[in-house]
């Protein structure tokens, strides 16, 4: 059994910068494609990054592209995300995940999830 928990959400400002941290316990994720998902108030849970297992390679929605930043620490057993440049529509509880053996945009492929973290952002 896997548990993520996501920490380091919070109120900030247009413009402003936050990093998410997921932590595993449970099982070593170092083989583990892991992912960052997102959920507004009213909308579906949608694809905000993800990364290999390795940590070589990284794929993002074209709505984050060049502000997100995910990475992975395997002797941590942890995941990052690093979030710059921060608008309204970023405002959403972030989700971390794991499972599946190669990185997936898809929420269907991950088996584990954390309770998730609030990222509020106001202008």
């Known amino acids: 059994q896997v548990q993520l928990v996501e920490s380091g959400g919070g109120l900030v400002q247009v413009g402003d910068s936050l990093r998410l941290s997921c932590a595993a316990s449970?099982?070593?994720?170092?083989?583990?494609?892991m992912g960052w998902f997102r959920q507004a108030p009213g909308k579906e849970r949608e694809f905000v990054a993800t990364?290999?297992?390795?940590?070589?390679?990284?794929y993002y929605a074209d709505s984050v592209k060049g502000r997100f930043t995910i990475s992975r620490d395997n002797a941590k057993n942890a995941l990052y995300l690093e979030m710059n440049s921060l608008k309204p529509e970023d405002t959403a509880v972030y989700y971390c995940?794991?499972?599946?053996?190669?990185?997936?945009?898809?929420?269907?492929?991950?088996?584990?999830w954390g309770q998730g973290t609030q990222v509020t952002v106001s202008s």
């Open positions: 995940a794991a499972g599946p053996a190669v990185a997936s945009t898809w929420s269907g492929a991950y088996g584990y």
């Open positions: 449970g099982r070593t994720l170092s083989r583990y494609a």
């Open positions: 990364i290999t297992w390795s940590g070589g390679s990284t």
